[in-house]
């Protein structure tokens, strides 16, 4: 009680001569937090003193003190830059590690050794230190003391089989998710999303048709799956459709015969686009690029599969041109980056069509279509996410159901990964780029 009393008075006294007093109450209030957090978990004198001395050293980095008399002048604690441990989500998530790490290591201790768990204890504190925004990464990632990385939601169900969980971009972290969701109508043997479609649209997630009811709309609102009360106007599931989005709405295209028409949903209403494709595109993609909306591949029962590129411009869809390396494709994915259009995946018909030229990545410029690479493993009826030079590939249909991450550097594929297999298959689950602190499971 003394220590705090005095850092009042102190406090007070600094307003008159430092000018980033504000910011010293700030990373006080951090210090007597750490310095509880450390202590209430203490079980000897030992660990008892190391928190005092680490109480210490926390108040002489804060602006104004002893190793910033300045305040931020010269002083490069995290709060004198743009680092916010509170909000920033690296941050948390590498606390979240820490704590994780520590329940571990107490596990490993024998019943009643208080000398294991405060040691625990005290390697918890030191990891922290090393989290973005924190004294060994004060200006947050990237940083040498924790590994900063990308993260992806995936989400994806079948009749009998659900997975919900967020993973990081090498596989070394994966939690299991919870999003409330509306209940399942009792005439459904379907769960609520699968085969359901899903676009990412000015900011938000969008999900739309499904085996359960193939006219809802849906929006992911922070934790929670709310349906709205506009429908679509033709069903919808996302075996046999696909769908893309622009700056104004989502197109919902192809998955009822003769699949050559589309729909398109502003956030709003939605509304029938007129035009029609001259080919089926029942199983193909979509992808939105350089201001255009291109539908690639497909097939249909009653018609040989292609390869064919159409675009849909302001007067209808135009032929664009032919995948003619992937003329007996469907059911691969396509995803749009900044220079072009990445597509891997699909069932291959064509009797020459080799095991190695199922694994490749084909980039298409708009203008001529080329090999830039090759997935470690096929992948049917997947689902991707763009994560900056990261593309995320999550399996659909297709053992071992790999979820696989390549690197891109605008004009080939440099490496791939493995980082997770399913148990079983899920026709084109959900992806999108995630946040490891949001919507935590009970249970994992």
Not at 120 to 130: A, F, P, S, V
Not at 168 to 175: H, Q, V, Y
Request: charged letters at 25%.
């Amino acid at each position: 009680m003394k220590i705090f009393a005095f850092l009042a008075v102190h406090s007070l006294a600094q307003e008159q001569t430092c000018k980033d007093w504000e910011l010293e109450e700030r990373c006080l209030d951090q210090c007597r937090l750490i310095y509880t957090d450390c202590t209430q978990n203490c079980s000897d004198n030992t660990c008892q003193t190391q928190c005092v001395n680490r109480y210490s050293a926390c108040m002489a980095d804060c602006p104004c003190n002893i190793n910033c008399p300045n305040g931020c002048d010269g002083c490069d604690h995290p709060l004198c830059g743009n680092c916010d441990a509170e909000s920033n989500m690296y941050s948390q998530q590498c606390k979240n590690e820490a704590v994780q790490k520590e329940s571990l290591c107490k596990k490993s201790c024998e019943m009643a050794d208080d000398e294991c768990y405060s040691q625990c204890h005290l390697e918890l504190m030191n990891d922290k230190m090393d989290c973005p925004c924190m004294d060994n990464c004060p200006n947050g990632c990237p940083c040498d003391s924790f590994k900063c990385q990308s993260y992806v939601s995936v989400f994806g169900e079948n009749y009998h089989y659900k997975e919900s969980y967020v993973i990081s971009a090498d596989g070394s972290f994966r939690e299991n998710r919870h999003y409330d969701s509306p209940p399942e109508k009792a005439s459904s043997q379907y769960g609520y999303f699968d085969r359901i479609g899903h676009e990412i649209f000015q900011g938000d997630i969008y999900f739309f048709g499904g085996r359960s009811d193939e006219l809802k709309i849906a929006k992911l609102d922070a934790c929670e799956v709310v349906e709205l009360d506009v429908r679509l106007l033709f069903p919808y599931d996302s075996y046999y459709g696909a769908s893309t989005a622009d700056e104004e709405e989502i197109y919902i295209c192809f998955s009822e015969s003769p699949y050559r028409y589309c729909e398109g949903f502003d956030g709003n209403q939605m509304r029938e686009i007129s035009y029609t494709t001259e080919y089926s595109h029942q199983k193909g993609c979509m992808a939105y690029y350089d201001d255009d909306v291109y539908a690639i591949g497909g097939t249909r029962s009653s018609e040989p599969t292609h390869g064919e590129v159409e675009i849909l411009g302001y007067s209808g869809w135009t032929l664009g041109v032919t995948m003619n390396e992937r003329r007996g494709s469907y059911g691969h994915e396509c995803l749009s980056v900044s220079n072009g259009i990445l597509l891997f995946g699909g069932v291959a018909e064509e009797p020459d069509y080799n095991w190695e030229k199922k694994k490749a990545v084909h980039f298409f410029t708009g203008t001529n279509w080329s090999v830039v690479g090759y997935l470690k493993e096929r992948q049917t009826y997947p689902s991707g996410a763009v994560i900056g030079n990261s593309v995320f590939v999550v399996s659909g249909r297709k053992k071992p159901y790999a979820i696989e991450r390549f690197e891109w550097n605008g004009s080939n594929v440099t490496s791939s990964e493995i980082i997770h297999n399913h148990i079983d298959n899920l026709t084109r689950p959900m992806v999108w780029e995630g946040n490891p602190t949001l919507c935590e499971a009970e249970c994992n």
